[in-house]
């Protein structure tokens, strides 16, 4: 990550299925490039189960837009080539780009198999609810289309160790599958007693073949994509283990810049820690308890503490491994994680994650350019424009922390040789306030104004470094030295 990065999701869930996403972000690379993106995390550009799918039902890893299997060439957000050139255009513009991978199932298979399986609950997955008996589940891939280009690996029932479907009984279901050395993965969440299963058609990585196939595709993709990172799906689903030898090997191969992160939904503090100590700190993790905390606040702002806003986040307790975010995909309205921000308290989270010294922090497409579905995000390119220029600019050096109010609190950028102007935040979640913020003696009798123009004020610092900044009810204001 270079300094002061700033990582951009560049889709929603409701974008149109049109496939022109890859020739959008290849237009509008040198705009983010003057934004000051840094790197562009990208959906899922492998064939999924149709063009309307967002990319996380997969269905051929190796296909990226480039056969016609599922009802098209094209992936929902268009061809293979045109996902390459949108790639070397970004890197022209000194864009990184983080390639969003599914690994913990696939769906859409091209045959039914029987095989035997038993039901469980689906509250308690290590619980079964009937006994051992035959089924008919959709786990043949053959990729036809493919014709085995790239590879030959054909996926078949023994390479995964659960489903959710009985085609010679139309039941919905959670099957585990029974075979050799057939069960839940043990290193995952614990959540419903074993959280290894999420939908389709599960991948069980104790197979050998199915490790090794996953590696080979690995180290195919970043050769014949030239992304600089992946995002990991749903990686609480998947071995521990696995995930770290992923990481390791993708390293070991492309070098120690090669960027990982992984996506793993949850709130408690313990939870991620473990999972982060038995990865070896090897990946980032999106700081959820921190996006859940914006939620909160935008949601109850009298009764939340923003003087604990960021305790018990990733950011706080590992700065190195945090992502920082205020809205994605999965959170937006009428998805299935949602966890909306509201609009009103989106420039204070924004202001939040753009403006402090730790965290990678994320943009998300759909507050900068908005979304389509019901209830949508409007956008809001010119806080975020703002915003982002002052961490381009000002947001550098030592960090002075003033979180001492339920509301009303901020914090001091000083600069850095390179970056000498430095900034002021304050933000409240109720009503205005002052606060008396130390920016240092060298900026005596200067005049600091609301870069922001949330307030009008024009704030003196006296000859001990001091000045009084103002900010308006729920609102943020960042002052920096008027020229």
């Not at 039914?112 to 399986?117: D, E, I, K, L, N």
């Not at 914090?411 to 933000?427: T, Y």
Request: hydrophobic letters at 35%; charged letters at 25%; aromatic letters at 14%.
């Amino acid at each position: 990550m270079s300094l002061n990065g700033i990582m951009m999701q560049y889709f929603e869930w409701y974008l149109e299925d049109d496939g022109k996403l890859w020739n959008k972000l290849k237009d509008d690379a040198n705009h983010l490039k003057e934004l000051g993106i840094t790197a562009i995390w990208i959906p899922p550009c492998m064939k999924a189960t149709s063009t309307n799918d967002t990319g996380y039902g997969i269905y051929d890893l190796y296909d990226l837009g480039e056969f016609d299997q599922k009802g098209s060439i094209r992936t929902k957000y268009g061809t293979k080539e045109e996902l390459l050139e949108a790639i070397n255009v970004l890197h022209d513009n000194n864009i990184k780009v983080y390639a969003d991978i599914v690994l913990n199932h696939k769906a859409a298979a091209d045959e039914t198999q029987r095989f035997m399986a038993v039901e469980v609950d689906p509250m308690d997955r290590n619980k079964e609810v009937s006994e051992p008996y035959e089924i008919e589940g959709w786990t043949k891939f053959n990729f036809e289309g493919r014709n085995n280009k790239y590879s030959d690996f054909k996926w078949s029932w023994e390479h995964f160790n659960g489903t959710d479907y009985n085609q010679e009984t139309e039941k919905s279901a959670i099957y585990l599958i029974l075979g050799e050395n057939k069960d839940w993965a043990q290193d995952v969440a614990e959540e419903f007693g074993n959280y290894d299963y999420l939908m389709f058609t599960n991948i069980d990585y104790k197979h050998p073949d199915v490790y090794k196939s996953t590696m080979d595709w690995m180290i195919w993709f970043i050769n014949e994509t030239k992304v600089d990172g992946i995002r990991i799906d749903a990686i609480k689903h998947i071995n521990d283990w696995f995930i770290k030898d992923l990481v390791l090997k993708t390293k070991e191969k492309f070098g120690e810049d090669f960027y990982s992160v992984g996506e793993y939904w949850s709130v408690d503090m313990p939870t991620i820690e473990n999972y982060l100590r038995e990865v070896d700190y090897q990946l980032d993790v999106f700081d959820v308890p921190l996006h859940f905390k914006f939620h909160a606040a935008s949601y109850d702002a009298s009764n939340f503490d923003m003087g604990q806003l960021f305790n018990d986040t990733i950011v706080s307790k590992y700065p190195l491994n945090a992502v920082t975010f205020v809205e994605n995909h999965d959170s937006q309205p009428n998805q299935s994680l949602e966890s909306y921000v509201k609009q009103w308290f989106k420039p204070l989270a924004y202001a939040a994650i753009l403006l402090r010294k730790d965290g990678y922090p994320c943009i998300f497409y759909g507050d900068y350019y908005g979304t389509l579905g019901d209830n949508q995000i409007k956008p809001m390119a010119d806080i975020l424009d703002k915003l982002m220029g002052l961490r381009q600019n000002h947001a550098y050096g030592r960090q002075d922390d003033y979180l001492d109010h339920k509301h009303v609190i901020g914090w001091v950028r000083l600069g850095d040789k390179e970056h000498p102007k430095g900034c002021v935040v304050i933000m409240t979640s109720t009503e205005a306030g002052e606060k008396t913020m130390n920016v240092g003696e060298m900026h005596k009798g200067e005049i600091w104004i609301d870069a922001l123009g949330h307030t009008d004020a024009e704030v003196e610092i006296d000859e001990n470094g001091n000045g009084i900044f103002l900010v308006n009810d729920g609102s943020v204001s960042v002052y920096i030295c008027r020229d």
